[in-house]
């Protein structure tokens, strides 16, 4: 039986930068900096876990790490904003353990303010709402109380577009080896989810047709790219008014 360590991988892009590290003298910075993006994502297990979500894997990058949950997408959006707050939780209670550790004069001062740096940048970076980090995930669950979720996915990818323009315009972090392959992989990683938002729809609606979802407010819409997360809808079609599944129910025997 797999444990959650067994399923911690390590992307190509941080080894090379581990690489970089270890070559340079920078050991302990690599130990400091590794120790915060596990931290950060044993919180986002933890939580999933206390859902009952299935871990698929933890891949671990240059900028932090991203976890890969298993589970419905038509979870409550208040659950899912837990998971996506939990890594930021569980790094800020690790820093304040460090801190006071710190203050009891257990840890020198030079790995003290090295492991600030290391947490400040992290927790700011994992902030930015640039898909697939976690500022990402709680603007678009946010969003998605007021969009529907077509619509949430949609703005959510623009406005990771404008945010890595922002961050490359404003030069927060130097452009060394490192930051370009970052920003390589959150381009593929936007690239990759706008290309698949038609196929999150459709499973998002499939799996409103399968499974009971008990959600206590109610939206009136037209037609199924209007759905929003948390709801149970009524669809007008024809004069008529149609429940959520019996107008689900007649879209997929049509396409059996």
Known sequence: MKTILDKIE???TYLIMAVGLVLTGHFINLIIFTSLILVHEMGHVSASLLFGYKIDKVIIYPYGGITKI???INTKIEKDLVVAIAGILFQSIYFFLILILSEKAMIREYTFNLFLMYHKSILFFNLLPIIPLDGAKIVNLIIS???NFNLANNFTVVI?????IIFLISNTYQNNYSMIM???VLFQNIYKFYKEISFIYNKFL???YLY???YSKIKVIKNKNKMYKNYRHLF???GQVLGEKSYLSSIFRKKD
């Open 10 to 12: 390590f992307h190509y």
């Open 70 to 72: 298993n589970k419905l």
């Open 145 to 147: 109380k007021y969009l």
């Open 160 to 164: 990771s577009l404008l945010a890595v």
């Open 182 to 184: 970052v920003l390589g």
């Open 206 to 208: 499939l799996e409103r």
């Open 212 to 214: 009971n979802f008990n």
């Open 236 to 238: 007008v079609k024809n």
